[in-house]
């Protein structure tokens, strides 16, 4: 474990926190474009229960989330409850908004909650002039039109809310070190399989026979919590959480050109100019001296 810790440190040090971030804004969307492929044959639920098996399976080793949950007092064990409980609703919910709306939607839905944590956070006009643009730049990537689809709005809504508390709880987690926020996570993502467990694995159960399946669900776990989660707490270790919340503005970009290649949805010139406006955003963004 001490390895792991050095090398967990020695990486969150070696490398940029924006770089961290970009990779988790790359991969927090490519793992759930595989997931929505996967939908007609696994099912929401299913993808989901995978999502979350696969992760905790992968984290474990690294991990080791039973002496984190053994060793840890009631303050962590209470911030382990509440972050895997959120990890679990949170994904659900997600997936079940992406079933029935265009992914880049309910990534610009996600970021409106993070609106009330940056503005937290903020401390100079600069950085409200930045959230200004970014938030304009997301209305903009919604569509005025919205959605006929009152149900998957309201799992994205839900998934949006969640999100914040995921923020929120990260960077407690994150207060650790490095190290230490990546070891809540893997004993947080164990407690969310289980939340997770009587939902979804009757549909994950119909294709075990299938190694293709198996392999394709695994695969999404991976790429939707193992890497961008663990990135997540390496920048969240460096980054202030108000600077987090407001560089989460690149998750709906990140959305639609990965749902464009992947998806086949293709952006109209609206989308792009809401693209480009969150860019600037982020780009006129200093972070929070906190």
């Known amino acids: 474990m001490s390895a792991n810790r050095t090398i967990l440190n020695r990486a969150s040090k070696a490398v940029p926190?924006?770089?961290?971030?970009?990779?988790?804004?790359?991969?927090?969307?490519?793992?759930?474009?595989?997931?929505?492929?996967?939908?007609?044959?696994?099912?929401?639920?299913?993808v989901a229960w995978f999502r979350m098996a696969s992760a905790a399976l992968v984290l474990a080793?690294?991990?080791?989330?039973?002496?984190?949950?053994?060793?840890?007092?009631?303050?962590?064990?209470?911030?382990?409850?509440?972050?895997?409980?959120?990890?679990?609703?949170?994904?659900?919910s997600f997936y079940l908004a992406l079933d029935r709306l265009p992914m880049s939607l309910v990534a610009a839905m996600e970021f409106i909650g993070t609106i009330a944590v940056a503005l937290y956070g903020l401390r100079t006009r600069r950085n409200v002039l930045a959230l200004v643009?970014?938030?304009?730049?997301?209305?903009?990537?919604?569509?005025?039109?919205?959605?006929?689809?009152?149900?998957?709005?309201?799992?994205?809504?839900?998934?949006?809310?969640?999100?914040?508390?995921?923020?929120?709880?990260?960077?407690?987690?994150?207060?650790?070190?490095?190290?230490?926020?990546?070891e809540i996570l893997g004993a947080a993502m164990l407690l969310a399989f289980l939340f997770l467990m009587p939902v979804g694995f009757a549909e994950a159960l119909r294709v075990f026979g299938h190694a293709e399946l198996v392999l394709a669900g695994i695969?999404?776990?991976?790429c939707s919590s193992v890497v961008p989660y663990i990135c997540d707490q390496l920048a969240m270790?460096?980054?202030p959480r108000a600077s987090f919340a407001l560089m989460l503005?690149?998750?709906?970009?990140?959305?639609?050109?990965i749902a464009a290649i992947i998806l086949a949805q293709i952006p109209t010139m609206r989308d792009i100019a809401g693209i480009a406006l969150v860019m600037t955003g982020i780009a006129i963004h200093r972070p929070a001296q906190d």
């Open 17 to 46: 926190p924006q770089i961290w971030f970009g990779i988790s804004a790359i991969f927090h969307y490519l793992g759930p474009s595989f997931a929505v492929l996967l939908f007609p044959a696994v099912g929401v639920l299913g």
């Open 61 to 92: 080793p690294l991990t080791r989330p039973w002496r984190t949950i053994r060793k840890a007092d009631g303050r962590v064990r209470l911030l382990l409850v509440g972050l895997g409980l959120c990890l679990a609703v949170m994904n659900t």
């Open 133 to 182: 643009i970014a938030a304009t730049g997301v209305y903009i990537l919604i569509d005025a039109t919205w959605s006929t689809d009152p149900l998957g709005l309201a799992f994205a809504a839900l998934n949006a809310v969640l999100f914040v508390g995921y923020i929120i709880l990260g960077h407690r987690a994150a207060a650790q070190g490095a190290s230490g926020g990546v």
């Open 219 to 222: 695969a999404v776990g991976i």
């Open 237 to 239: 270790s460096r980054l």
């Open 249 to 257: 503005a690149l998750l709906p970009a990140t959305a639609t050109i």
